[in-house]
């Protein structure tokens, strides 16, 4: 059955009388608990605010009402609410009688949209695409599993194709459904969806799933579309992709480094669209998230591209100082440096420290058993331990937990029989800001000093670097 079909078939009864791109609108509202005295709309690039349009409250006692109506810019995403402090994105141009209620004191969390089939729709397409993107994960997490080992059973090999043409379908039908019924919706989505990387189709092109998702993550989008310019979902994508690179890019060489592919999304678009400077603050997001050290160049960027905004390049200025001095304790996880020590309790109530590791290689691994990202690299830590270990590696599994039965429930069921600690305080734990821990699963291979090899090694890179350091297994021997 295809997701999104109920989607499809509403978007198409109640928008197809909706001009594309059309930027006249109708608002009104009704707001309980209200203390302020006008209603404001405003358009941003994710840093800089804009009022455009203001309308005064027509008060009785605590309640209040409010009309809009007139043109924006062009059809797309907007904020309103009574200050830069109380507000809600929504969509606006090309309906009219759109209807806002809620509490004047809590915009972002109180507000309803309701006789705005554009609004309404988006909703639900941010929750299919959720539902989609879990799917892909599966399957991928599947692909991970099976293609740890040495040979791949063809039975299984089969099982996973199957799987892969399914989603591929997924995808494609979705799509196409989606273009016809509201092809605004269909770029939002198109920019949203994971891509989905193959071994048996991708990797003669690319070496592993990162340096695929950092070229095909925006494939189907073309930059240059006007429709873009207000499209706030762009921004929110951006932050992911530079996450994800910014995460990654110690392992990346050459022209696969990140600050290549950001500096090419850029390229993608012109300097004086909104576009790019939706795109430009989204890389800054992401880049500040992660206390980058390339912060300073996109945020000098930005200064010389909108000097005007004196406020907010003041602040980023001010993010310099903060990174530069992250940059300096990153110095102590540099390669070649003894990482600090580790002094946690085991699920058997043992403590657990590096230091009584020196003899062996260990991976230090940072997971969460929440996070899918971390429990996708389960197949390869149970592959490498069994090729490994009895070679002199050792893996410590340090868990950013809130729950000690879900965490033991996933060694246990993932079979993840080596060394793990955790003291259970989730993101309050004092090894998070010891470790500078931004993302999860994060990872650090000491050599038998107890010194830094390599950071952020997965898959096969990882595997390579560990047969090059230890006797290489016979062939056909696991």
């Keep these: 059955m295809l997701l999104f079909a109920l989607l499809a078939v509403a978007a198409c009864s ?53 009309r809009f109506s007139g043109k924006v810019p062009q059809k797309g995403f907007y904020l309103i609410g009574t200050s830069l402090n109380n507000l809600t994105p929504l969509i606006l141009g090309g309906e009219e009688e759109i209807k806002l209620v809620g509490k004047g004191t809590n915009f972002s969390r109180s507000t309803q949209l309701l006789n705005s089939p554009q609004n309404e729709n988006y909703a ?8 989609v993107n879990r799917r892909t994960d599966s399957i991928m997490q599947m692909q991970a599993r099976l293609y740890v080992g040495e040979k791949t059973p063809k039975r299984q090999k089969e099982e996973l194709y199957q799987a892969f043409q399914y989603i591929r379908n997924e995808h494609a039908k979705f799509r196409d459904s989606l273009k016809k019924a509201d092809p605004y919706l269909a770029k939002i989505a198109d920019m949203s969806l994971f891509p989905i990387f193959e071994v048996e189709n991708n990797l003669q092109k690319y070496p592993n799933a ?42 990346f060489i050459g022209k696969d480094s990140a600050i290549l592919f950001l ?16 795109i430009l603050s989204g890389i800054m997001q992401g880049l500040s998230d992660q206390e980058s050290q390339f912060f300073p160049k996109y945020a000098q960027l930005y200064a010389k591209q909108y000097p005007q905004e004196k406020g907010i390049n003041r602040e980023n200025s001010q993010k310099f100082g903060k990174i530069t001095e992250t940059e300096k304790q990153k110095q102590q996880f540099a390669k070649g440096s003894v990482p600090p020590e580790i002094n946690l309790p085991s699920p058997e109530g043992e403590t657990v420290k590096l230091s009584s590791l020196l003899g062996q290689y260990v991976l230090l691994d940072f997971w969460g058993s929440e996070f899918i990202p971390s429990r996708r690299q389960i197949p390869y830590y149970v592959h490498l331990y ?33 060394k793990h600690a955790s003291d259970v305080q989730y993101w309050q734990s004092p090894i998070v800001e010891t470790y500078l821990l931004k993302s999860l699963p994060s990872n650090y291979l000491l050599d038998k000093e107890g010194k830094i090899i390599a950071k952020n090694m997965y898959g096969k890179d990882l595997e390579r670097k560990l047969e090059s350091l230890m006797i290489i297994p016979k062939k056909g021997e696991k």
């Design 263 to 278: 500096d090419n999304l850029l390229d993608k678009t012109a300097k004086e669209s909104r576009t790019y400077r939706l």
């Design 210 to 251: 990162l340096k695929h998702f950092a070229n095909e993550y925006f494939y189907a989008i073309d930059f240059k579309s006007p429709e873009l310019n207000y499209m706030f979902p762009l921004r929110e994508n951006v932050i992911t992709y530079t996450r994800t690179l910014c995460a990654a890019q110690e392992n």
């Design 124 to 131: 639900k397409l941010k929750l299919q695409i959720a539902k």
């Design 386 to 418: 069994k090729r490994f270990h009895a070679r002199g590696l050792e893996i410590v599994s340090v868990g950013i937990e809130q729950d000690k039965n879900a965490w033991l429930k996933t060694i246990r069921e993932e079979k993840m029989t080596w």
């Design 14 to 66: 109640e928008t197809s009388e909706i001009e594309a791109g059309k930027s006249a609108f109708a608002l009104h509202g009704e707001l309980e608990d209200c203390l302020a005295d006008s209603v404001n709309i405003y358009e941003t690039d994710g840093f800089a605010y804009h009022q455009i349009k203001s309308t005064p409250l027509i008060k009785s006692g605590s309640s209040a009402t409010f």
